[in-house]
């Protein structure tokens, strides 16, 4: 790991400073954040533009609150922990869907357009899992993007923040125990620079790009979850991964996606025969947790029957006007959903795990905070209810710049420098599909420990060819992800293994794993590589 203090003078390069404060990620997490510390300055360094990258932009369901007439707190409450399969953090969950009210009137100021009624009162829609209808949204299925546009507007007009683009977080340096700044390198290619901080946010985004099958961006590396590992932090319930029931199955990378919204309002899941197979399975039919639904609609595909989502009759004509982006991605792929059922098929959509925090966004490294999709809370526990994503986003993006604000109070201008590394480009492309397909193939929807023996082999034979601290971050992160796959010998939630079907009592706990205990496991390839090793 480098030390901070390793680093030389990087002058004549922008940005010639940066602040004390560093917030890594450009998406919903990132950026609330951000604008909850303002007029404190802070510096965001992203890969790409602002909003361009980032999960949240993409993302076609809303943001969940109870505030409806009828809806209550306790009610939200119930139906976070029934999705989340029994290891759900319940404090931390209880405190999450209390502040949803004052976060989503916090959107509402940053010129959210939301979609109302008549009357001007929120819209409100129930998705899987829901009690009630709770989730409002932006057009129907236009809710990510039109929230991330309000926020970086606000941003870009915010005097107080730093925006650091095209710049890729490869390392914490840390001085000592704690952190001391963040190692990045011009996405392009070109050295490494440090950038140094007393207070580090990762609002990095999730893991789906490590799949070959994903609604994610191909940000969605685990960039955060890896460069956190490797710097010594706990990561929690890393074999938690939720994969969408209903992406679109047209060939695409990554896939477009089919919001669960359109189960909200009657579309049914259908096999090549025409026959609703949901009901069979569970009594809320279609509006089952996501882990349920997608594992019903892997079965249907391996079976050799096909799985459809079919609009015509819930949707209709309608369908243009209520879910644009759906029917766009539909039409664009020569599917008119108005008159045929779309093909779907399960894709990795987001990550449950990550680095462990506190209910104030503190890792277990001083000074490093997470939050967003890196960050693993314990909110959602094995599986997270539809629509609590963009939530919990921006409720602990708030808590973290609360608590930063009051772990570093005085601002200080800081100065970037180069350091030892040299010129890198972006990783192997070929290693890169390598190790998207043997995630995709063994560690999926569903897993058993031949094949997560196969993908860790995979992982330890990428690692030893290995010269890039980019790709080594994603290799730890798939990492983690299979180790704590491998150990845990049950099913729940997103984790499925076809040779340990049912859950077990005693696996009803949360995982928590470092990155030394990942590469102690016995058995496990790549165990006990040699110290100094990238990935270490």
């Given at each position: 790991m480098l030390d901070a203090t390793q680093a030389e003078l990087f002058p004549g390069q922008p940005p010639e400073r940066s602040d004390d404060v560093v917030?890594?990620?450009?998406?919903?997490?990132?950026?609330?954040?951000?604008?909850?510390?303002?007029?404190?300055?802070?510096?965001?360094?992203?890969?790409?533009?602002?909003?361009?990258?980032?999960?949240?932009?993409?993302?076609?369901?809303?943001?969940?609150?109870?505030?409806?007439p009828g809806d209550s707190i306790a009610q939200h409450l119930a139906d976070t922990i029934g999705a989340g399969a029994g290891i759900v953090d319940v404090k931390?969950?209880?405190?999450?869907?209390?502040?949803?009210?004052?976060?989503?009137?916090?959107?509402?100021?940053?010129?959210?357009?939301?979609?109302?009624?008549?009357?001007?009162?929120?819209?409100?829609?129930?998705?899987?899992?829901?009690?009630?209808?709770?989730?409002?949204?932006?057009?129907?299925?236009?809710?990510?993007a039109a929230i991330m546009a309000a926020l970086?507007?606000?941003?870009?007009?915010?005097?107080?923040?730093?925006?650091?683009?095209?710049?890729?977080?490869?390392?914490?340096?840390?001085?000592?125990?704690?952190?001391?700044?963040?190692?990045?390198?011009p996405a392009t290619g070109g050295p490494p620079v440090l950038y140094p901080a007393r207070s580090l946010v990762l609002a990095t985004g999730g893991v789906?790009?490590?799949?070959?099958?994903?609604?994610?961006?191909?940000?969605?590396?685990?960039?955060?979850?890896?460069?956190?590992?490797?710097?010594?932090?706990?990561?929690?319930?890393?074999?938690?991964?939720?994969?969408?029931?209903?992406a679109i199955a047209v060939g695409r990378d990554p896939a477009p996606l089919a919001t669960e919204a359109l189960r909200g309002e009657g579309a049914t899941l259908i096999n090549d025969a025409g026959e609703r197979f949901m009901t069979?399975?569970?009594?809320?039919?279609?509006?089952?947790?996501?882990?349920?639904?997608?594992?019903?609609?892997?079965?249907?595909?391996?079976?050799?029957?096909?799985?459809?989502?079919?609009?015509?009759?819930a949707v209709g004509e309608r369908m243009d006007e209520v879910?644009?982006?759906?029917?766009?991605?539909?039409?664009?792929?020569?599917?008119?959903?108005?008159?045929?059922?779309?093909?779907?098929?399960?894709?990795?959509?987001?990550?449950?795990?990550?680095?462990?925090?506190?209910?104030?966004?503190?890792?277990?490294?001083?000074g490093l905070w997470a939050c967003g999709e890196v960050a693993s809370t314990g909110a959602h526990g094995a599986n997270r209810l539809a629509s609590n994503s963009l939530l919990e986003a921006v409720v602990f993006a708030a808590r973290v710049a609360d608590d930063v604000a009051e772990h570093d109070p005085v601002p200080e201008t800081m100065r970037p420098a180069v350091v030892p590394g040299g010129e890198a480009g972006p990783p192997d492309g070929d290693a890169v599909r390598t190790l998207r397909e043997a995630m995709a193939h063994h560690v999926a929807v569903v897993r058993d420990r031949d094949g997560l023996i196969a993908a860790l082999a995979t992982i330890a034979t990428l690692e030893a060819d290995n010269d890039?601290?980019?790709?080594?971050?994603?290799?730890?992160?798939?990492?983690?992800?299979?180790?704590a796959a491998l150990a845990r010998e049950e099913s729940r939630g997103g984790h499925e293994r076809a040779d340990f079907p049912e859950p077990i009592e005693a696996w009803r706990r949360r995982s928590f794993l470092t990155l030394t205990d990942a590469e102690a496991v016995p058995g496990v390839p790549g165990a006990g590589r040699p110290e100094g090793a990238l990935v270490g």
């Open positions: 917030i890594v990620g450009g998406g919903l997490a990132g950026l609330f954040c951000a604008l909850s510390l303002a007029p404190r300055p802070v510096s965001i360094l992203a890969t790409a533009p602002i909003g361009e990258g980032a999960s949240s932009t993409w993302a076609q369901g809303g943001i969940a609150a109870a505030i409806a931390i969950a209880r405190s999450m869907v209390a502040d949803a009210a004052a976060r989503v009137h916090d959107l509402l100021a940053y010129g959210v357009p939301f979609d109302r009624d008549l009357e001007g009162h929120l819209l409100m829609s129930r998705e899987a899992a829901h009690s009630e209808r709770r989730v409002i949204h932006v057009k129907g299925d236009m809710a990510g970086v507007r606000a941003v870009r007009e915010t005097p107080s923040i730093r925006l650091i683009e095209g710049y890729v977080g490869e390392s914490i340096a840390l001085q000592g125990k704690r952190v001391g700044g963040i190692i990045a390198r789906g790009y490590l799949y070959a099958v994903t609604t994610n961006p191909p940000e969605s590396e685990g960039a955060g979850l890896g460069m956190a590992a490797r710097a010594g932090a706990v990561i929690a319930d890393p074999e938690f991964v939720q994969f969408h029931p209903t069979a399975r569970h009594a809320d039919a279609e509006l089952a947790p996501r882990d349920i639904v997608a594992r019903a609609i892997h079965e249907e595909v391996t079976a050799g029957r096909g799985a459809y989502l079919d609009c015509r009759e879910f644009p982006t759906v029917y766009a991605s539909c039409m664009a792929a020569g599917i008119d959903p108005t008159r045929e059922p779309i093909p779907v098929a399960p894709a990795a959509h987001y990550h449950m795990g990550g680095v462990l925090t506190d209910a104030s966004g503190r890792t277990t490294i001083d890039s601290a980019r790709f080594a971050n994603m290799l730890v992160a798939a990492r983690m992800i299979a180790t």
